[in-house]
């Protein structure tokens, strides 16, 4: 039992092993640092890097570092997650507008057909409600006036009868 442990702890330090070298020769070549291109290079399984948090804290460190010094590298990866995250915040900027100038055009075109359909309210509302309001106080003018008239008018038929009765019952010879 202990010589199969052993085994495991030799193929897993041969594995180890391959996984710096690779890392090495990935830094010094200048190349993108990933867990798969990583764990394709030294012909080990990805998951062999994530149960080895040591190996996965180094692949990230070289993923996030810059290059060697007199090495010029194409984009680092930190510059290329940079541009990604000003291109979503750009992208995320250009649709709020989009939907800013959608939604002022749904309403341009939807004034002017309610205003070709001839539903539409006129251009001079205020001019129409000033008119309304003098017309609303026109109306209860009227309206004083017509109860006065109809007042005097119950007065004059009130004395008609008075008159009526009074002859009627006048002095009979």
């Known amino acids: 039992m202990t010589t199969m442990i052993e085994g495991r702890r030799a193929d897993s330090a041969r594995r180890r092993e391959r996984v710096l070298k690779a890392l090495d020769a990935a ?26 948090r040591d190996l996965l804290e180094r692949v990230h460190a070289a993923a996030a570092a810059p290059p060697l010094e007199g090495r010029q590298a194409a984009v680092s990866r930190a510059s290329l997650q940079a541009d990604l995250a000003n291109a979503l915040e750009r992208n995320t900027r250009l649709q709020t507008r989009v939907r800013q100038l959608e939604k002022r055009l749904s309403e341009a075109l939807g004034e002017q057909a309610w205003a070709e359909s001839g539903l539409g309210a006129p251009a001079d509302l205020d001019q129409l409600q000033r008119r ?27 004395a008609n009868r008075e ?3 009074a002859l009627n019952t006048g002095p009979r010879e």
């Open 163 to 165: 008159l009526t009765r």
């Open 132 to 158: 309304i309001a003098l017309l609303e106080q026109e109306l209860v003018h009227k309206v004083g006036e017509l109860e006065e008239r109809t007042e005097e008018l119950e007065a004059a038929r009130a």
């Open 27 to 52: 830094l010094r070549a200048g190349e993108d640092v990933t867990v798969s291109s990583l764990a394709r290079a030294a012909r080990v399984d990805r998951t062999f890097l994530y149960r080895h």
